[in-house]
């Protein structure tokens, strides 16, 4: 006959002990999430506390404004939303050079293969790519038109041009993306040709750009995401893959030729490496960095810029790398040069907006991003990867969704030159569902932006500040602007923009 095993007394008392702590502990907890929610928000501003200095809001044309620039007033209205004081305000245009996958049999998508300034029936060697003469700037028109609606609006700071892949003669398999995945598909000997193809495109835009008056900034992106497979038949895009040694040592090369045709033409041309795809352990960012710096330029780079894909709208993956960007990388701004859902369907519920607004609050706070930029500025209706929307068949008549008027309570108002200061909140656990960003402003005004994530609204308490102006983005309304009298109240899933001064 078997005897049941009793525990002693002691052990009983202790675990009774813990388990009331534990019930204790998340009864509290629970107690002050509620009232947390209903509680006023209370925000202090700290301006003597300074993080980075932005540079600007921006997004690319990929893919879609070649289809847009065939109608003339499809891209003056494109344009405007975008760049326009009336509508996003962005400040940055990232354009692409393409790698010439129209005359390959790409098999790409929608609109994804694109045409070469490169003349491919010049080409001789890859001492061809040398010679400007065997560049046709009338192409890419279409984009070029959009472009330059852009730059009319007086709103573009910058111009990121970016490669996705080289052209399609420097590949080793002579296609915008390799045979196999995770392939490299640039050869060694084809690293200076390929520079000199980027730098001979890039002196056109300066070229261009110099007849302005305020000529924007150009920087040159020659890598994308390099540790993705880009590779085998399944590739929708033009993409390389660059495994760490290959892309540290081809960026040496890109970087020793910048630097001469800079010298050469009193020009100020900027790198822009290396358009990571994201910052999680996934992403093998460390590799890459490790390999860079054994390289001079390493220690010149003043930034790195990223993607955001991997980490979406999560706290934890930023503060990891944040806290590894503060020991291996200081010094080094972080950009984040690209993101978007990646999903079907084209959604108008506010909640897509609100997602898209704390992705851009996380890395302006967590990452202290200086350069905030989405993916496609333009799509076609089926798909979350666009801030304005069109059909085909009309392409000059554009919708926006809530993604677009959430991100605008950021770039209308938050402009490069602008500095992040400190603000707090006394709810330091951040059970109350909101975050929230602050920038002083030149003139001495402060912009802050609250993303109130909750089904409730939230009264807000801010000490030492007058409103002159206030604009939110909720279910009901865009953009919408209000004259607070009295108490400010934030309405349920939201964002706020307020415009302050001292009192």
């Known amino acids: 006959m078997k005897t049941r095993r009793k525990f002693p007394r002691k052990l009983k008392l202790a675990l009774f002990i813990i388990a009331a702590i534990i019930f204790s502990a998340g009864l509290v907890l629970s107690v002050y999430a509620v009232s947390v929610q209903f509680a006023p928000l209370s925000?202090?501003?700290?301006?003597?506390?300074?993080?980075?200095?932005?540079?600007?809001?921006?997004?690319?044309?990929?893919?879609?404004?070649?289809?847009?620039?065939?109608?003339?007033?499809?891209?003056?209205?494109?344009?405007?939303?975008?760049?326009?004081?009336?509508?996003?305000?962005?400040?940055?245009?990232?354009?692409?050079?393409?790698?010439?996958?129209?005359?390959?049999?790409?098999?790409?998508?929608?609109?994804?293969?694109?045409?070469?300034?490169?003349?491919?029936?010049?080409?001789?060697?890859?001492?061809?790519?040398?010679?400007?003469?065997?560049?046709?700037?009338?192409?890419?028109?279409?984009?070029?038109?959009?472009?330059?609606?852009?730059?009319?609006?007086?709103?573009?700071?910058?111009?990121?041009?970016?490669?996705?892949?080289?052209?399609?003669?420097?590949?080793?398999?002579?296609?915008?993306?390799?045979?196999?995945?995770?392939?490299?598909?640039?050869?060694?000997?084809?690293?200076?040709?390929?520079?000199?193809?980027?730098?001979?495109?890039?002196?056109?835009?300066?070229?261009?750009?110099?007849?302005?008056?305020?000529?924007?900034?150009?920087?040159?992106?020659?890598?994308?995401?390099?540790?993705?497979?880009?590779?085998?038949?399944?590739?929708?895009?033009?993409?390389?893959?660059?495994?760490?040694?290959?892309?540290?040592?081809?960026?040496?090369?890109?970087?020793?030729?910048?630097?001469?045709?800079?010298?050469?033409?009193?020009?100020?041309?900027?790198?822009?490496?290396?358009?990571?795809?994201?910052?999680?352990?996934?992403?093998?960012?460390?590799?890459?960095?490790?390999?860079?710096?054994?390289?001079?330029?390493?220690?010149?780079?003043?930034?790195?810029?990223?993607?955001?894909?991997?980490?979406?709208?999560?706290?934890?993956?930023?503060?990891?790398?944040?806290?590894?960007?503060?020991?291996?990388?200081?010094?080094k701004a972080y950009r984040m040069t690209e993101y978007c859902e990646m999903k079907t369907g084209t959604s108008f519920d506010i909640d897509r907006g609100l997602h898209t607004a704390g992705v851009i609050m996380k890395d302006l706070t967590i990452l202290s991003a200086t350069e905030w930029s989405w993916w496609t500025a333009a799509a076609r209706f089926g798909f979350e990867d666009g801030l304005i929307y069109y059909e085909p068949a009309n392409l000059a008549e554009f919708t926006c969704t809530k993604r677009f008027y959430c991100m605008a309570q950021f770039s209308r108002y938050i402009s490069a030159g602008d500095l992040r200061v400190n603000v707090t909140k006394t709810d330091f656990l951040n059970f109350d569902g909101t975050e929230s960003c602050a920038f002083l402003k030149p003139d001495g005004s402060v912009v802050l932006v609250i993303v109130n994530d909750r089904k409730v609204s939230r009264t807000l308490k801010l000490g030492g500040y007058s409103v002159e102006n206030m604009i939110y983005t909720d279910a009901d309304n865009n953009l919408k602007e209000v004259k607070p009298d009295g108490k400010i109240k934030l309405p349920a899933k939201s964002v706020t923009t307020l415009i302050l001064k001292k009192a």
């Open 43 to 331: 925000l202090s501003i700290n301006l003597s506390e300074t993080y980075q200095e932005m540079e600007g809001f921006g997004a690319s044309g990929c893919w879609t404004f070649q289809e847009i620039g065939k109608d003339e007033q499809a891209a003056k209205n494109a344009a405007q939303l975008l760049y326009g004081d009336g509508g996003l305000k962005l400040g940055i245009l990232r354009y692409n050079i393409g790698a010439g996958s129209k005359e390959t049999n790409h098999g790409y998508g929608e609109n994804r293969a694109t045409e070469s300034f490169f003349i491919s029936e010049n080409y001789k060697s890859k001492e061809s790519f040398s010679d400007p003469a065997n560049y046709d700037f009338t192409r890419d028109k279409n984009a070029m038109r959009v472009l330059d609606e852009c730059i009319k609006t007086g709103n573009v700071k910058a111009v990121t041009l970016f490669a996705n892949s080289p052209h399609y003669l420097l590949t080793k398999n002579n296609k915008t993306h390799a045979d196999r995945k995770h392939e490299d598909n640039l050869a060694e000997e084809n690293f200076e040709a390929f520079s000199d193809y980027l730098l001979i495109i890039t002196d056109f835009f300066r070229q261009k750009f110099s007849a302005l008056e305020n000529p924007p900034k150009i920087y040159v992106s020659p890598i994308n995401e390099p540790q993705w497979s880009w590779g085998s038949d399944s590739s929708v895009q033009e993409g390389c893959h660059y495994e760490p040694k290959t892309l540290a040592k081809f960026l040496d090369v890109f970087y020793k030729k910048l630097h001469a045709y800079n010298s050469e033409h009193g020009a100020g041309i900027l790198p822009d490496f290396f358009d990571c795809g994201g910052y999680t352990d996934k992403c093998k960012y460390k590799k890459y960095i490790s390999e860079m710096k054994k390289y001079p330029y390493f220690d010149e780079l003043d930034s790195l810029s990223f993607h955001s894909y991997k980490g979406k709208n999560k706290r934890l993956e930023r503060q990891i790398f944040s806290s590894y960007s503060d020991r291996k990388l200081k010094g």
